[in-house]
């Protein structure tokens, strides 16, 4: 199962209802132990990671980030050269969850969004180059999953409330708007650096990592943090993310949402100005070109 963060409309042939409900609508379902297809979802996984996900289960695993990281998980691309996200490994040699006990999840406490959600997929839309998203839900009717014969009835929101995900969604946040801007930024954003793409999923997914960046010499040297917020953010694992994804913003977009040390601000606006102004420079010449290269083809 995977009906989390379906960006893009459903295609054909998909288990997804091709129509987009707000959280008024009323479904009927429900999953119950006992039902005939318990563990039928959790048999064949195709789990994305939220890093609030991430921050819950390896806390309740007792586990650094990178050990969570190394043996629960495999990255990915969400985009095509873009920024990277992170699946659940299912076990060695098979498509199940490595949660998933005769007794149903073990981590159920725990379990990440996607699970939380099923059978709704979240419909995230954006505005070109802003961080707000429109959201909307459908529904996943997959044909092994008996919970929409049952007749329990919970309106959309209900559900979400009872499964407990709106303080998932609530710490997400950050980061689906970090991944949309990206998606719908235009050529003033550019192509990521490696170095970019590395920091982004440092910042996401390794969070005791850059719980050590953070109180680096050479992050101390650039960022000028209080000294009670900087203890607040180190001892807290939330905490630190969402200010990670506020210094996304900064370092991949641009913003001003970290107070700098006076000369690294300078410093860095001017080379962010350098780098805008290289872009639209070669945005221009790449359209010269492909003007050139229109009235050669029509003097042919
Ligand atoms: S985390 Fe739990 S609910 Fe989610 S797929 Fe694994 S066993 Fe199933
Ligand atoms: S009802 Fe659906 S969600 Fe519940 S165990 Fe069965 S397949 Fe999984």
């Known amino acids: 199962m995977d009906t989390y963060m379906a960006a893009d409309l459903p295609f054909h042939g998909s288990p997804v209802v ?13 999953c119950r132990e006992g039902i005939a297809c318990w563990n039928a979802c959790c048999s064949n996984i195709d789990i994305s990671l939220t890093p609030y996900d991430i921050l819950r289960l390896k806390q309740r695993l007792n586990l650094s980030s990178a050990e969570f990281l190394q043996q629960y998980t495999v990255p990915y691309e969400m ?23 005769p007794e149903g999840c073990s981590m159920y ?23 707000t998203d429109i ?59 490696k170095s970019s793409l590395q920091l982004f999923f440092m910042v996401c997914y390794d969070l005791d990592r850059f719980r050590s960046f953070v109180v680096s010499d050479g992050f101390n040297e650039l960022y000028d943090l209080d000294t009670k917020d900087t203890i607040e953010i180190l001892g807290d694992d939330a905490k630190l993310m969402l200010f990670g994804f506020r210094f996304l913003k900064q370092v991949l977009f641009g913003e001003n949402t970290i107070t700098m040390k006076k000369d690294a601000a300078t410093e860095r606006m001017v080379r962010y100005q350098e780098k805008i102004q290289r872009l639209e420079q070669e945005a221009v010449s790449k359209r010269l070109a492909e003007q050139d290269e229109m009235y050669e083809d029509t003097e042919d």
């Open 135 to 193: 959201r909307s839900y459908a529904l996943v009717k997959e044909s092994h999953c008996l919970g929409h014969q049952e007749n329990k009835e919970s309106s959309i929101d209900e559900y979400r409330r009872e499964q407990g995900v709106e303080e998932y969604d609530d710490l997400a946040r950050g980061w689906h708007q970090l991944i949309l801007k990206k998606k719908s930024s235009g050529p003033s954003v550019g192509k990521p650096t």
């Open 109 to 131: 406490t725990d379990r990440p969004t996607a699970c939380r959600y099923y059978p709704l997929a979240l419909l995230s839309m954006r505005r070109q180059d802003e961080y």
């Open 79 to 101: 985009e095509q050269g873009g920024l990277a996200g992170v699946k659940m490994r299912p076990v060695e040699n098979g498509t199940a969850c490595r949660f998933m006990t």
């Open 18 to 30: 091709p129509e987009m409900f707000d959280g008024n609508k009323v479904i009927r379902f429900q």
